[in-house]
């Protein structure tokens, strides 16, 4: 192993570190598949015989990245969110791949163990990415596609996103560790916020908070930075395949009607590629948010559901009010933070 490269790990004896966050009303539950372990937070939906919804979150993010948006969402979809491998609370994938094919193939072993698709999927940012994937390879597994500022590629990538970029690089990881060791847990916090929301002042001090312990929390585990530059290659190494294995080509082979969510603000995702995403997917539906930045469901997330009820009345599936309830009104002039967001 190259002296610039970080180590690999698998799930075998790999330390418990701290205790996970579970927002009021949340379970959390270890599912265990052959050479993978996921954690997935759900919560129990308002009544029986609603459809499943899963979610998947951004490089460096978690399950939690959805604790704002799932509540509102009690009354019309039974939801779970998952940590992909390495990240959250799931310990790296046996095999240590770390692409987004190797993540589509974690959710799609999922939602075949589990028997419960076709589910509502939902993805932001890498889980974009990953999200599309599946939904063009098993379209009998995705009802609904919901992306929020999914890393598809681009040509001219913002000079913000750079530093993000840079953890693909060999060593790059390594490197951004020892540079930043100094840093405390704020302060990392606080960088992320900015980059990863259009106004970091909607967060609560609660929110700020509780990003501040799991960003301690994360940083004690010994595959952190492994998994966070694994998983920016990937990322990286997707963007450059042609052919029927491109995005924008399994973009174009998604079945499923699609909501597209953009943000004018999002420094990760650029806001110009909204139109070509609603160009490439064959039944999709546009919205864009000019205040928001990277993580619209959790800067906006009253907007986001209420955009994804209008997508279940065009459908016909939604029984209820488009618009959320009195409580998501009150979720969305707050917000709070997950410490790695990410991309």
Aim: contains cysteine; glycine residues 10%; proline residues 7%.
């Amino acid at each position: 192993m190259s002296s610039t490269e970080l180590p690999s790990f698998t799930a075998a004896a790999l330390p418990k570190v701290g205790a996970v966050r579970a927002a009021e009303g949340e379970r959390l539950r270890t599912v265990g598949l052959p050479g993978l372990s996921l954690t997935v937070r759900s919560r129990p939906a308002a009544r029986t015989g609603l459809p499943p919804a899963l979610y998947v979150h951004g490089l460096g993010g978690s399950s939690l990245n959805w604790s704002d948006l799932m509540p509102l969402l009690d009354d019309v979809v039974e939801s779970e969110a998952l940590d992909l491998p390495g990240f959250g609370d799931s310990p790296p994938p046996d095999d240590g791949n770390y692409s987004v094919t190797g993540h589509a193939r974690a959710v799609i072993r999922f939602l075949d163990a589990s028997d419960r698709g076709p589910v509502h999927l939902f993805g932001n940012s890498l889980g974009g990415a990953v999200t599309t994937r599946v939904a063009a390879v098993r379209p009998d597994l995705v009802r609904t596609l919901t992306l929020i500022s999914p890393a598809l590629p681009e040509i001219r990538v913002q000079r913000t996103a750079l530093p993000t970029a840079l953890l693909a690089l060999p060593g790059g990881a390594g490197l951004f560790a020892r540079l930043t060791k100094g840093w405390s847990a704020e302060q990392r916090v606080q960088g992320v916020m900015a980059l990863c929301y259009g106004d970091p002042g909607r967060v609560t001090p609660e929110g700020v908070r509780a990003a501040v312990e799991e960003t301690e929390r994360r940083l004690a585990l010994p595959y952190f930075w492994d998994a966070m530059s694994r998983s920016a290659r990937g990322i990286v190494d997707a963007y450059t395949l042609g052919g029927q294995h491109g995005l924008w080509r399994q973009a174009e082979r998604v079945l499923a009607p699609t909501l597209l969510i953009y943000g004018g603000r999002d420094q990760l995702v650029s806001y110009r590629m909204a139109q070509r995403a609603a160009r490439a997917f064959r039944d999709a539906r546009l919205l864009t948010l000019p205040d928001a930045g990277h993580v619209a469901m959790m800067e906006y997330p009253e907007t986001v559901a209420t955009a994804f009820r209008e997508l279940l009345a065009d459908l016909g599936e939604l029984d209820g009010p488009v618009r959320a309830t009195e409580s998501a009104d009150r979720a969305d002039t707050g917000g709070t933070a997950e410490a790695q967001a990410g991309s």
